[in-house]
């Protein structure tokens, strides 16, 4: 069984740190990456956190203490890094559509940096021709699980150069002596299928013929989680025998050694969050009962954005008689967590319990409604650590200029 939070400590962590809250359960961070370096044992990997997920520092610094690198979507991202102490070796720099400055500026940091536009490839090469090794995002027109909102590498995905473009990353290569030390896909997120990996890493095989420089192939992240009950992960043993398989076939057969690089976000802190939230409201409405909570959009967005299923758990009265209900927010808009779940008898002031949380939840929080951004609780070592204090007033008005 998968490290857990109990019910109590998640009861006690509300008491103490009131609702809603996020909480992260540190050693189930550990245990994911654990199960990752296991399952590549054999091949020459290194993992790069997708920051984005989750960006608290004290998070950040956590996976930088059990040994993990760390991949960030801007140049903030990569500023938060340096914080917690990463080198920028292992940092990693991989977004989309940025100016060129902000390219420019992780290359004075000195981090590794994939880019995904022709234009951005060209003016790298015409300011540093040789001098600095980069990576290339490619798209490689593969669709990744059915929800176009989370796939990024098809055929009509904003993200990276489309690889039926290779000849232009090559005349730029030609013409500024650019350095390309790897090539790179992120092909969305929730990825359980390996055939998907697998269908990346042919097209990469097929594109690094034409780049005699590149040392580093970079499979992205999107390795999934399960959320629904019954729900499967990504078969990571399976892919690590895989990539195993396939890139001995390739340094056997082109006589090339290639480092793998992964860049995963929520396999690593997802199941690690929780989010509890207290009920206001019940509301019977003919068929429906509503549980109106104490958050709604504005803190976890991902049910109301990518019709994202998470578990419930009422943790105040766990063996509760079964009913549906409608989990709701309070937030001005249609805020629905869940639709007819089935959930044990909910009364005005118990805590509902949102799993699966850690990664996309308190990063894609806002401010809407002027209510306040949550608390953050880090629960490390049987201890629960305040690591974002709930927001006031004043965080509201900080920004905001006298006129
Ligand atoms: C978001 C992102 C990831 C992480 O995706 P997960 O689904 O959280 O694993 C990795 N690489 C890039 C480039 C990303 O944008």
Redesign the pocket.
Known sequence: MPLQLSNEQLKDAANEFGTPVYVYHAERIKEQYENLLEAFKDTDVKFFY?A??LTNLHILRYVKSIGCNV?C?SINEVKLALLAGFEPSAILY???NISFDEIEEAKQIGVSI?IDSISNLKKFGNKFGHRYPVGV?LRPNIMAGGNLK?S?GHSASK?GVPVEDIDEILKVQEKTNLHIRTL?I?T????KDVEVFAKGIEVLFEAVRHFPEVEVIDL????KVPYMPGEEATDIELLGKKVKEEFEWYEKKDGRHLQVWF?????LV?EAGYFITRVNVLKESGEITFAGVDSGLNHFIRPMFYGAYHEIENISNPSGKKRKYNVVGNICETDTFAEDRLLPEIREGDLLVFRNAG??GFEMSSNYNSRFKPAEVMLKGGKAHLIRRREILDDLLRSQQEI
């Open positions: 997708a984005k997920a991949d979507s991989t977004s989309n994939n995002r989370i990024t993200f790179h992120h969305g997120s929730e990825i992205g992240g999107g390795f860049e995963p976000g929520k396999f997802s990664a996309y």
